[in-house]
């Protein structure tokens, strides 16, 4: 009985992590959950978005510039 118990709970050990792996780099996943959750956060062709991290970029290199000199 003792070794079986231990050959069942050194699959699950095993089986676990391995499936855990596979069913987070399927592609349906990525494109399902990453990719959609990324274009909900930061939607495309938002000018006024894009002008302003445009903007913001401009104001931190301009106050690293200043820094270093």
Do not use: C, T
């Amino acid at each position: 009985m003792g070794v079986k118990i231990e050959m069942f709970r050194m699959m699950l050990y095993l089986s676990f992590p391995v499936a855990m792996f596979w069913v987070s780099n399927q592609a349906e996943y990525f494109e399902e959950y990453v990719v959609k959750r990324k274009r909900e956060i930061f939607p495309p062709n938002e000018a006024q978005h894009r002008k302003e991290l445009e903007d913001f970029k401009e104001r931190m290199r301009v106050r690293r510039e200043q820094r270093i000199l």
